[in-house]
Nanobody
Framework: QMQLVESGGGLVQAGASLRLSCAAS????????MGWFRQAPGKEREFVAA????????YYADSVKGRFTISRDNAKNTVYLQMNSLKPDDMAVYYC?????????????????WGQGTQVTVSS
């Protein structure tokens, strides 16, 4: 089992920045591709970004390209999501996810492990 714990969410104004963190434990972190997903009230969960264990492949949803950056520190077993120029449409619960396949987590919306989520609220 892998445990994923997100942090860094909060309430910000439109145009502000936030950095989410996801700390992993229980499995070899560097063996997994990591992803971020989000779910707004009344909407389906949607993919945000994903990164391979070495960081050589990165996927982003079109809606966040140029504003969000995913990164990871394998020595700290942590993946990050830097979110800049936040919009009210970015408001959601953000979930960290891990899978052995970058294609599954980055293209198919599948993950072997999920965190509990962290709330991001953006006021206009």
């Amino acid at each position: 089992q892998m445990q994923l714990v997100e942090s860094g969410g909060g309430l910000v104004q439109a145009g502000a920045s936030l950095r989410l963190s996801c700390a992993a434990s229980g499995r070899t972190f560097s063996s997994y591709a990591m992803g971020w997903f989000r779910q707004a009230p009344g909407k389906e969960r949607e993919f945000v970004a994903a990164i391979t264990w070495r960081g050589e492949i990165i996927y982003y949803a079109d809606s966040v390209k140029g504003r969000f950056t995913i990164s990871r520190d394998n020595a700290k077993n942590t993946v990050y999501l830097q979110m800049n120029s936040l919009k009210p449409d970015d408001m959601a619960v953000y979930y960290c996810a891990a899978d052995s396949s970058i294609v599954r987590v980055g293209r198919q919306g599948h993950a072997d492990y999920w965190g509990q989520g962290t709330q991001v609220t953006v006021s206009s």
